[in-house]
Each structure stands twice: as C-alpha cells, then as structure tokens.
C-alpha cells in the first residue's frame, strides 16, 4: 500500500539527515557482497592476531597482488604497486599515482596491536602445585574480562643463540589453552564489594599453565622445572630467553558470525584490524590512481603511539623521502611539501551506542551499529584535548566524497562530553601538515576479548577507504 508523501514528509527527506539502517539502503546484491567481503575479513582476524601476524598476513597478500618491495624500484611509473616493512611490526602499501608527487599523497592509516596481556620479562614460577606464568596488559583492559577464559600464547622467542622462534599455541583446536584463574563467588564476598578498578589488580592477572611435577625428589621446584623441560624439548628455550622474548596472550579461537542473522562479527581485536584489513583490501584492488596512494599499518597505538614501530616515529617521513628520492628530490623541503600538500584517513573504530549503557553517550552523537561507516570530525576527551579536530573543509571534502561515491556513512562522537574519550593516530598524521579526519566503522565492548562489529559497516569502511585512495 503505498501512499503519497506529505508536503512536510518531502520536506523533511530535503533537508534533514538520513538516519536509515545502511541494511535497508542496501539492494539484495549489495548486500550479498557484504557477507561474502567479510568471510575474507573473518579469516584475516582469525590468522592476525598480533601485530606481527596483521603484518605478515598483509604482506603476503600484497605479495600475491603483485606488490614489489620498494627497494627494487627505481623511478615513479604510475600505476607501480610497492610495499615497505619496518621491523615486521610496520607496512606501507602504495600504489603509484598518476599526479607527480608533489600534488600531495592520499594516506589511509590504521594500527594493527590489540590490547592484550604480555608475558613479563621473568614470567614463570611455581606456587601451591602450579606452573604459572605473570603478565603485564597491554593497552586499555578491563581486567576481569580477561579471567577464566581461554587464551592462546602467540610470539617470538630470540634464543640464547639469536635463532628466532614462532610460537602459536591454544588455535588449533587440538591445542591445549592457557587461563587466568578467578575466585570462586563463595569467596569472592570482600571482592565483590570492591569497585571494579579495584577489585582486580595488574599483578592478579596469573595464569595457570602445568600441574605435572618433575620426577626427581631432589628438585624443589617440581611443576616449574617440568615446563622449562617441555619447553627445551620443544623449542630449544631456557628461562632466560624469555627476556628477548614478545609473547601476547590472546582470546584463543576463530572469528565468528555474530547473531541470529549473522548480521555481525565477533572477534577479538578488531579494533583496529576491521580498518586494518578494509584498508588493505581498497589498496589492494587498487589501480592507477590520482594521487599516490598508501596505506599506513602501524603498532603501538594502544599504548600512546610510541616506540619504533608507532606512528609517533619517523617511519612514515623516512618512506615519503624514499619515494621523494624516486620521485627526483628527496630534499628536506621537498618532502616536507609533499607530505604538507597530502590528505589522509585516521582509520579507528569508535563506540557504537550501547543499549544498556545509553548513559554514557550523547543519544544525538553517537554513532549506531549497522549504520555505516563512521565519520569523526575530532575524538579526544573533556574538551577535545588531545584531539586532531579535522578542518570543516577538510570534512566537506571527504563528505562530498563519500557522497558522490554512494559510501554509507554516518558521525559519531565516542561518548558524552565529559564521560572519557580516547585518541587515535590522526594527531601524529596531523603533525606534517596534511589534513586529517578518523573514519572507521563503530563497535560494540571495544577493547574487550570479544569486540562486536556489523558487518554492514565493515563493507562500507572498505568503500570509503576505497573511494579516498582513488580520488
Ligand atoms: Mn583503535
Ligand atoms: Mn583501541
């Protein structure tokens, strides 16, 4: 039964903002090819889930895209596909842009840590017949999400000799699990009153990983010893070696359909590898852009953007002199226009409103699930500070852009004004000079060991990504 609009309906679809669920602006076909991009999307989770892993599984899928390291290109010949690695915790992806380099850059930049728990440099020890391992988290937790369930221990080991070893243990579902033990709720009566920042410490988050003592009266330390056995057997390892050691704990177990109607994923991590990984699918499909394009996966964002491997480091003007160079001057002023004269997409999640906890957001601010991709001016917390704050130019921009393109999208700030807040890598982009503005898709229990996303918004996150590097 259809009916007329009203003079005041029309009206109302002219001027006002689209608020409908991207599901439903989406025809049959479209929306076959959402699933289907995220069962590509779940794999990458299910494989990624460090740092080091996000990165050698983007690297191995340029590779097969036909991406060439860097260091074997010579000139600027549009169209080249290349990538750069740094200390196998960071990528660069680009693809040769039409324009001469000067014309600036189109830059889409997300990080590829997770919170979690580290191993500590001295982890292993024994208590009241247990072999037990200490952490140190990793990023923003809410500890007791990360008790009485089961975790896989993934890293890197450098022996005593310098070799190099992987370790993966609790994925295959053959592999035993590791956990942090809890208290039972008939003792939990003192812990059950603390407030929630208390009642679990940092040093509280042991885990329990043998109970098998050595056969030998002599020894002390039984059930320690029998682990420090195992490992030698298995890998070579000796108690010292975990201080050259990055061992991460993480929820144990594939990404998985979310709902009744598979509508959604749930999936550890997926703040930030759902941009991660749209990111990368955009530059990989990519051809003969405009404007050179890259795409910027970096670590350490979780912790403050530090170190080496976070985008507070020189990584990103080191690749644009690189290519600068290629390009004909790799002077510092060069550079330094190229990267000024640039654009780019801080590629993070936000929050999606949380129908339990609506309290914490501002209703007409905050962005849904299911409604597209995200758009965020600024981020920050309590007055913006700390934020990037993207130029009202900057935003139209990438408004028309989306726009012209058919992108889904939507804004959303992370939560009421003085409820918290948070920031991303857009004010480390920012810092050259470019225009910047954070576009990601939004999910439900961020930073837990389950994080939710739709599915719908993660296809669009890779349309917006996609269209951006084209233009
Ligand atoms: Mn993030
Ligand atoms: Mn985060």
Not at 50 to 67: D, N, V
Not at 167 to 188: F, N, T
Not at 402 to 424: C, H, M, P, R, S
Request: proline letters at 4%; a negative charge; aromatic letters at 8%.
């Amino acid at each position: 039964m259809s009916k007329e609009s009203s003079q005041g309906q029309k009206r109302l679809k002219e001027l006002g903002l689209n608020e409908k669920s991207a599901w439903e602006r989406l025809d049959a076909r479209e929306k076959e090819r959402v699933f289907a991009f995220c069962e590509g999307y779940k794999d990458f989770l299910t494989r990624a889930k460090t740092e080091r892993e996000a990165i050698e599984a983007a690297l191995e899928l340029a590779g097969r895209r036909g991406f060439k390291s860097l260091d074997g290109i010579k000139g600027p010949e549009p169209g080249t596909k290349f990538y750069l690695e740094w200390r196998g915790k960071v990528a660069l992806l680009g693809v040769w842009g039409q324009a001469p380099l000067e014309k600036g850059l189109h830059l889409v930049g997300a990080h590829v840590d997770a919170p979690r728990l580290d191993l500590k440099p001295q982890p292993l020890y024994e208590e009241a017949g247990l072999a037990m391992f200490k952490t140190h988290y990793y990023g923003g937790i809410k500890k007791y999400q990360w008790t009485a369930l089961p975790l896989a221990l993934h890293g890197v080991v450098i022996l005593h000799d310098g070799r190099k070893i992987n370790i993966k243990i609790g994925e295959d579902p053959g592999d035993p699990v590791l956990a942090i033990s809890d208290l039972l709720p008939h003792l939990a009566k003192d812990q059950m009153k603390k407030p929630l920042e208390e009642a679990f410490s940092g040093d509280d988050l042991n885990l329990v990983i043998g109970n098998l003592p050595y056969a030998d009266e002599e020894v002390k330390e039984k059930v320690k010893l029998a682990i420090l056995d195992q490992l030698h057997r298995q890998y070579g390892l000796v108690e010292e070696d975990f201080i050259s050691a990055e061992l991460e704990l993480v929820p144990a177990g594939p990404a998985r359909d979310l709902g009744l109607d598979r509508s959604m994923i749930g999936a550890y991590g997926q703040d930030d590898r759902v941009c991660a990984y749209t990111a990368l699918q955009a530059i990989l499909e990519l051809e003969r852009p405009e404007r050179t394009a890259l795409v910027l996966l970096v670590d350490k964002e979780e912790i403050g953007s530090t170190g080496n491997t976070g985008a507070q480091s020189r990584f990103l003007a080191l690749a644009v002199t690189e290519l600068a160079g290629r390009a004909g001057s790799a002077d510092i002023l060069s550079v330094s226009r190229v990267l000024a004269s640039s654009r780019a997409i801080s590629a993070d999640v936000t929050a999606a409103l949380d129908p339990t906890y609506e309290g914490v957001y501002d209703k007409r601010n905050v962005a849904l699930l299911g409604r597209g991709v995200v758009l965020s001016k600024y981020s920050g917390s309590r007055g913006k500070y700390e934020a990037n704050d993207a130029s009202a130019e900057f935003m139209g921009y990438l408004r028309r852009l989306f726009n012209a393109a058919g992108v889904i999208w939507q804004t959303g700030e992370l939560g009421k004004v003085d409820a918290g807040g948070g920031g991303t890598i857009a004010k480390y982009l920012a810092y050259f000079g470019l225009d910047v503005a954070d576009c990601g898709p939004a999910l439900l229990s961020m930073h837990a060991p389950l994080e939710i996303a739709s599915k719908v918004d993660v296809y669009q996150a890779y349309r917006a990504y996609s269209a951006f590097l084209k233009a």
